[in-house]
């Protein structure tokens, strides 16, 4: 029976309640459970889990609504008793904090005078309300959240172009300013190369390898998925290779794309050309053969690193950097397992696997209908669980194990799967030992599978550093003492899972040819962008709590704008009282 608990008033950020939805979830009795604030697009997703009820209609945005489905109706007082201990632990931790806390941009701007930069994580459709709010009090602003819909993209980024800032995002996952990691970031060495990315994950991938490569970063700017995509333009990719291109403490430049619009790559290709330092990039999916002039191109992130680290090392460049670097594991598998089950939480990891899966098989193009896919071909799949169909309503599985181990069983359910290839990303923001949560699953996997006569094989990538909040020693230790295969990199990882299956990608070798010319591109970057790659940051963290904590501990200030939908989240009051503002 379905039981609903509406607390009026009571705002809590979503992180918190999926987190705290897990816990219940787990408790004797409660069959199904649901925490959230009673928003609209929250309701959505009640019904889509079987769980709304008529109690929920009336629930404002900021009502924190619980639906439980449970046979013992006195497992009510037992879960109300579980909220308010976990709510009481969380005001416990708040109570603790080294700095201060406020409710409004003013307050936030009295806190903090010299703020220069946003972090907005609230929900997606008060997303670009805020940031225009930031960038009217000339604050540079970083968008976590995502469902902001294009045009409301396009015009926030136009008017920070026009007030020389930078707006990176929306769904932008990673910054680094001057050593300070924002939102899902990991920890690396200062250094003299600077990344820009439209892409989280990637740049995770490569600023970690720079790392390990004994090199260091100046900056990594996220530009958001979308920002070379047509309706976009490249506005924040632009600005900020500007940006990077005059900036003193940077040498070589490094630039990660998803898959961008012709015209855009066009137009972001033509400015790489007229940037006298070395830069470095890949667009992912696509396959070069030669590097041209000053600007050298990547097959794959590892690489992307590789050859930055060369060149501002003032190392020769290699015609080849995309072999297999360790020797293959030995495997005894059955006749009918010849596939590869690829779960990834980080989606660009995911494409890159998809990408040279389908160049080891010469798949060319794939097509694959089913939301999430990367590739689904002859039983090979790749699959981003960071995708937003497995995330409603549930925490990202970088925060989260429970979605990735459901995928781990229904792979191993599979009698051709030979090999889960899967990644653990580790920094700020993510789980605090996520080797740790995903072994019980491992380890039963390969138990039943054992016991049915059959071997099923894990490959793992751990992307991160020595200095990220979870020691990456002790990462792999657990992994690999539960047989998990551990690769440097993701590159690496997929190369290796394929040659377990006797399959080898083919790469060619790369020499630099001469560029073409190109039109003279003027430089000039504004005195808000300089002193943002020249000083620490000063952010208004509006929204999740959590990521106070990498700007703290790596020299940053930051006041917390602890946000609550404006007149309950009613659109058409919230209108009205920007007008009268």
């Given amino acids: 029976m379905l039981y609903t608990i ?3 008033n009571s705002y809590q950020d979503s992180v918190n309640l999926m987190l705290l939805t897990n816990k219940i979830s787990t408790m004797e009795g409660v069959n199904k459970v649901q925490v959230m604030m009673g928003t609209p697009a929250n309701k959505d997703i009640f019904k889509t889990a079987g769980l709304f009820t008529e109690e929920l209609e009336g629930a404002a945005s900021n009502d924190m609504c619980i639906v439980l489905d449970t046979d013992q109706e006195e497992k009510i007082q037992e879960v109300l008793d579980e909220v308010d201990n976990y709510l009481s ?3 416990i931790s708040a109570g603790k904090e080294s700095f201060e806390t406020v409710n409004s941009w003013d307050k936030a701007v009295n806190a903090l005078p010299d703020a220069n930069i946003a972090i907005i994580s609230t929900p997606g459709q008060y997303a670009a309300e805020e940031a225009e709010k930031a960038l009217d009090r000339d604050m540079h602003v970083m968008i976590f959240s995502d469902n902001v819909t294009t045009e409301d993209e396009r015009r926030i980024k136009e008017k920070a172009h026009e007030k020389g800032l930078l707006v990176m995002g929306p769904d932008a996952g ?10 899902f970031a990991n920890v690396v060495k200062t250094g003299k190369i600077g990344v820009i990315g439209a892409s989280g994950t990637g740049i995770q991938e490569v600023t970690t390898e720079i790392d390990r490569l004994g090199a260091g970063v100046s900056h990594a700017i996220g530009t958001g998925g979308r920002d070379l995509s047509d309706k976009i333009g490249a506005i924040t990719m632009l600005d900020g290779l500007k940006a990077l291109a005059q900036h003193n403490q940077t040498e070589v430049i490094t630039l990660i794309s998803k898959p961008p619009a012709k015209e855009v790559r066009d137009e972001v290709v033509s400015l790489l050309h007229s940037i006298s330092k070395p830069v470095v990039a890949i667009f992912l999916g696509e396959e070069p053969h030669n590097h041209e002039g000053n600007v050298y191109y990547a097959n794959t992130l590892e690489e992307t690193a590789a050859l930055a680290v060369d060149l501002v090392k003032g190392n020769p460049i290699k015609p ?3 072999h297999l670097e360790d020797e293959v594991p030995a495997v005894d598998l059955k006749p009918e397992q010849k596939t590869i089950k690829g779960l990834y939480s980080g989606g660009t990891l995911g494409y890159e696997a998809a990408t040279l899966i389908s160049r080891g098989l010469n798949l060319g193009e794939t097509e694959h209908d089913q939301a999430g896919y990367l590739l689904n071909a002859n039983g090979f799949e790749v699959i981003d669980l960071g995708d937003d169909v497995y995330t409603q309503g549930k925490p990202h599985p970088m925060i989260d194990p429970d979605t990735r181990i459901q995928f781990f069983q229904k792979a191993a359910q599979d009698e051709s799967t030979a090999v889960i290839l899967f990644d653990v990303v580790l920094g700020y923001g993510a789980h605090d030992d996520m080797a740790g949560a995903l072994l019980p699953g491992i380890e039963k996997i390969q138990n039943e599978t054992k016991a049915a006569g059959r071997n099923i094989y894990f490959v793992a990538t751990i992307c991160g550093t020595d200095q990220d909040p979870q020691n990456i020693d002790e990462q ?15 590159n690496q990882a997929t190369l290796t899972a394929l040659a377990m299956l006797g399959i080898q990608v083919e790469e060619g070798t790369k020499e630099v040819v001469p560029a073409k010319e190109t039109a003279t591109v003027e430089f000039t970057v504004s005195e808000a962008i300089e002193k943002l790659l020249n000083e620490k940051p000063s952010v208004v963290n509006v929204g999740l709590k959590k990521f106070t904590e990498s700007v703290t501990a790596n020299g940053g200030r930051v006041v917390q704008y602890d946000w609550r939908p404006v007149a309950g989240g009613n659109p058409r009051l919230r209108k009205i009282l920007s007008l009268l503002k």
Avoid: C, H, M
């Avoid at 990673?174 to 939102?183: D, E, H, K, Q, Y």
């Fill in 476 to 490: 792999k230790a657990k992994l690999e003492k539960a047989g998990v295969i551990i690769r440097d990199s993701n």
């Fill in 6 to 8: 509406v607390k009026q």
């Fill in 89 to 91: 632990n969380q005001a």
């Fill in 320 to 322: 080849n950097y995309n």
């Fill in 174 to 183: 990673t910054v680094i300013v001057s050593g300070v990691p924002l939102a």
